[in-house]
């Protein structure tokens, strides 16, 4: 389907890109927001996001997924935009999680409302750093393989591996300190 709007789009069919926007804008915003952390930032991302993909679309090589191009490009330009504004670089910190906190981890999951569950992760998600968060978000909302990310995100699979450890454990520690795991 992306291959048929993708040649109309170089044919001159400027109104054909329109397709792109409605299919992917939604999940552009979703990765753009975990990594600028502000609503109106990613929206201000995902927008110079379209505006590159369809300028470089004649540059788009058909032996790779659309959605993975478009979201690297997304990734691409979050990063950027956090470079110019000179946000903090991240601290590196190693963590360990125990069988325990892992099962305190799932359990506290599994009991929030969807609601709830979708407050609480875009409030947390503001407080891990942004290569942590986009990495979660493709995993774990998005459901990519690492494969996939690595691929968006040019990650090598061990940087991969590696962000999704650091990640779920600042998401644990964040829960955990925020009392989310115990009842009430």
């Known amino acids: 389907m992306d ?57 788009f090589r058909n032996d790779a997924k659309f959605s993975t191009w478009f979201y690297r490009i997304v990734v691409n330009t979050a990063l950027q935009f956090i470079k110019r504004e000179k946000r903090k670089e991240e601290v590196v910190v190693e963590y360990s999680i125990t069988e325990d906190e892992k099962t305190a981890f799932n359990n506290a999951i599994g009991q929030l409302e969807k609601q709830d569950l979708k407050r609480l992760i875009k409030r947390v998600f503001k407080k891990i750093p942004a ?28 940087n991969v591996k590696v962000l999704l450890h650091r990640g779920r454990a600042n998401f644990y520690t964040i829960l955990k300190n925020e009392k989310i795991n115990k009842p009430y």
């Open 131 to 158: 290569k942590e968060t986009v990495v979660l978000q493709l995993h774990y909302i998005d459901d990519l393989s690492i494969k996939e990310i690595e691929e968006i995100t040019a990650f090598t699979t061990s």
């Open 3 to 59: 291959a048929h709007y993708i040649n109309e789009v170089l044919k001159g069919n400027t109104n054909a890109f329109g397709y792109f926007i409605r299919t992917y804008q939604n999940k552009a915003f979703g990765v753009a927001i975990s990594i600028v952390k502000s609503e109106d930032d990613a929206k201000d991302v995902v927008q110079d996001s379209f505006i590159t993909a369809y300028s470089s679309l004649v540059n």
